[in-house]
């Protein structure tokens, strides 16, 4: 970054910074879903609704019923 001091609105002299940069975050972005994935499918963590945002997710609501339904056959 300090190759920029200078001339910091002139062209990048090489986007090898850039790019290199750009592949980490892809990189931390893909482990991160992946972490994210594992703490749902192995250890199911999850949010709990309070009784007030069930009422205003009915969407959620509903899906809990028909899993209790489908649990309880």
């Known amino acids: 970054m300090a190759s920029y001091v200078s001339d910091w609105d002139g062209p990048p002299l090489n986007a090898t910074r850039g ?23 192995d250890y199911h963590v999850g949010v709990h609704l309070i009784t007030e945002q069930e009422f205003a997710e009915p969407a959620v ?6 899993l209790l339904h489908h649990h309880a056959a």
Do not use: E, K, N
């Open 61 to 66: 609501q509903h899906h809990r019923l028909s």
């Open 19 to 41: 790019v290199l940069l750009s592949a980490i975050g892809v990189a931390v972005t893909i482990a991160a879903g992946f972490l994210g994935w594992t703490l749902v499918q």
